[in-house]
Structure formats: structure tokens, C-alpha cells
């Protein structure tokens, strides 16, 4: 069974950076795109990172281009989602995906095969 678990979430300040790890097991990732989702309360599922199967390519929207770095090591099965300048508007559940390998289709939530458990991440003013 496949699972992705998720730490590293927590509460900083505005201007503050945070590491977010995601740990696969259950089934070789390496054929998966990885990426990050977040949700804030009452809003929908926001696509935040997504990077290819061999860490060689990566994708963002303009909300975090510049401050948020996916990285993975697929020896590992680690996907890892660096936040640096973290602001208010930031705070939501942090979610690791596994999903299809074209990172372009990863703005929509409903391509992701895997989901794991999220990680609150709380950034204070």
C-alpha cells in the first residue's frame, strides 16, 4: 500500500523559513512526479510545487515562485519543500502527492494519485 507521511510543519513568524520532508513507502516513486498542495481553512486545495521523477525539472505558481524549493532523493523516497520569506497568507495544511509525470497538469488537485495525511504549517504576523 502506498503511503506518503509528511513532517516538518509547525508555527513561525512572517519572514521565517521552514523544511517540510515527505517520506514514500509502499511502492517505487521513481516513476511519480512528486509535489506539494496546501489548504487553507474554508478555501480549496492549492497546488504549490511539483518536481519530475528525477528531480531534474521542477514547477510552481506565481504565489511562491522564488521562495518555495521542492527538491527529492529518490534513493530515498524523500520529497522535501523548502520555504524561505514565509508569509501570513502561507498557513494551511501542507499536503505531499505523488502523481502524473507532466508537471504542467499539477495545478489541479484531482490529478494526484497519492495523498498524504498533511502537515499544518502556521505563520504567525
Known amino acids: 500500500q502506498a503511503q506518503l507521511v509528511e513532517s516538518g510543519g509547525g508555527l513561525v513568524q512572517a519572514g521565517d523559513s521552514l523544511k517540510l520532508s515527505c517520506a514514500a513507502s509502499?511502492?517505487?516513486?521513481?516513476?511519480?512526479?512528486m509535489g506539494w498542495f496546501r489548504q487553507a481553512p474554508e478555501k480549496e486545495r492549492e497546488f504549490v510545487a511539483s518536481i519530475s521523477w528525477s528531480g531534474n525539472r521542477t514547477y510552481y505558481p506565481e504565489s511562491v515562485k522564488g521562495r518555495f524549493t521542492i527538491s527529492r532523493d529518490v534513493a530515498s523516497n524523500m520529497v522535501y519543500l523548502q520555504m524561505n520569506d514565509l508569509k501570513p497568507e502561507d498557513t494551511a495544511v501542507y499536503y505531499c502527492?505523488?502523481?502524473?509525470?507532466?508537471?504542467?497538469?499539477?495545478?489541479?488537485?484531482?490529478?494526484?494519485?497519492?495523498w498524504g495525511q498533511g502537515t499544518q504549517v502556521t505563520v504567525s504576523s
Open positions: 509502499g511502492r517505487t516513486f521513481s516513476s511519480y512526479a
Open positions: 502527492a505523488a502523481g502524473p509525470l507532466l508537471l504542467q497538469v499539477w495545478e489541479s488537485p484531482s490529478v494526484v494519485d497519492v
